[in-house]
């Protein structure tokens, strides 16, 4: 899955910030939400524009971004 097919940034929605295409729902609250111990079905039933593979692509582009960081030594 790629997750290029699920997220999107858009200046006019959710000012610019990662979302599930079609949706206001934000990388950043799946995130949170499964940081908090929520399960993907959980996510899903709160959400029900999200589908099983939305989850999996934020776990995905929040691996890609990390992976990808740049750090600065201090």
């Known amino acids: 899955m790629d997750y290029k097919d699920h997220i999107e940034s858009n200046a006019d929605?959710?000012?610019g910030?990662?979302?599930i295409k079609g949706?206001?729902?934000?990388v950043a609250i799946i995130?949170?939400?499964?940081?908090?111990g929520a399960s993907a079905a959980d996510i899903v039933a709160a959400y029900p524009n999200l589908t099983p593979d939305s989850v999996?692509?934020?776990l995905a582009y929040a691996s890609d971004v990390v992976s990808n960081e740049t750090l600065i030594a201090a």
Do not use: D, G, N, Y
Request: hydrophobic share 45%.
């Open 13 to 15: 929605v959710m000012l």
């Open 31 to 36: 995130l949170k939400k499964l940081s908090e």
């Open 56 to 58: 999996s692509a934020a």
């Open 17 to 19: 910030k990662p979302v």
């Open 23 to 26: 949706t206001r729902i934000t």
